[in-house]
Structures are given as structure tokens and as C-alpha cells.
Nanobody
Framework: VQLVESGGGLVQPGGSLRLSCAAS????????MSWSRQAPGKERELVAT????????DYADSVKGRFTISGDNAKNTVYLQMNSLRPEDTAVYYC?????????WGQGTQVTVSS
């Protein structure tokens, strides 16, 4: 299983970014996918989850109404569209999945929200 995130960067408050996570090594459509983030000095926080086959989504209260998780089974990719970004969204963002009881994480992509 391999997960590779991309799309992070520096953005001004109120701006938008779309993160991508390319997955390989497993049947993408059969497993739920999640995005989490970790800010300096803080614990990792679950941000958004999409059920297998994109059946349902769930979000942390801190990002509801601003972030959208989606998946493309044809591309084996999960996305996180982030709008109305705030300085407190600054963190390393990771995608992850659990396949046959094993949890897999990508290397992370840095998102910095600053003027």
C-alpha cells in the first residue's frame, strides 16, 4: 500500500487549496479514506473521512462547511478541497486508510495559511 499526498503550499487567509492523495497497492473503492492533520506541538487530528465507494462523508467540527473530501475511483485518488482557510488550519496534512487491519499513512504535505 502506498499513499502519496500533494497540493500543499502557502496560502493567504481566506484562500483555497486542493490536496490530492494518490493511492496504490489495494482496491481503492473497497476502503474508507481519511485526511488528518498535525500542527506543531499538537496531536494529530482527524479532519475528514469518506466511506468506501464514496457512500458518506464525515468532518471535524473545525472544518465543517469549509472542507470537502471526495474520491475518484478511476484515478485511485482522494481529494480534500479546503476553502476559507484560516491560520489555525496550518499543519501537515496526511491521508490514511486501513486495509485488513493495517493502518497506512502517506508522508504528508505542508499547508501554511499566513499573510
Amino acid at each position: 500500500v502506498q499513499l502519496v499526498e500533494s497540493g500543499g503550499g502557502l496560502v493567504q487567509p481566506g484562500g483555497s487549496l486542493r490536496l490530492s492523495c494518490a493511492a496504490s497497492g489495494f482496491t481503492f473503492s473497497r476502503y474508507a479514506m481519511s485526511w488528518s492533520r498535525q500542527a506543531p506541538g499538537k496531536e494529530r487530528e482527524l479532519v475528514a473521512t469518506i466511506a468506501r465507494d464514496g457512500g458518506s462523508t464525515d468532518y471535524a467540527d473545525s472544518v465543517k462547511g469549509r472542507f470537502t473530501i471526495s474520491g475518484d475511483n478511476a484515478k485511485n485518488t482522494v481529494y480534500l478541497q479546503m476553502n476559507s482557510l484560516r491560520p489555525e488550519d496550518t499543519a501537515v496534512y496526511y491521508c490514511n486508510t486501513t486495509v485488513r487491519s493495517w493502518s497506512y499513512w502517506g508522508q504528508g504535505t505542508q499547508v501554511t495559511v499566513s499573510s
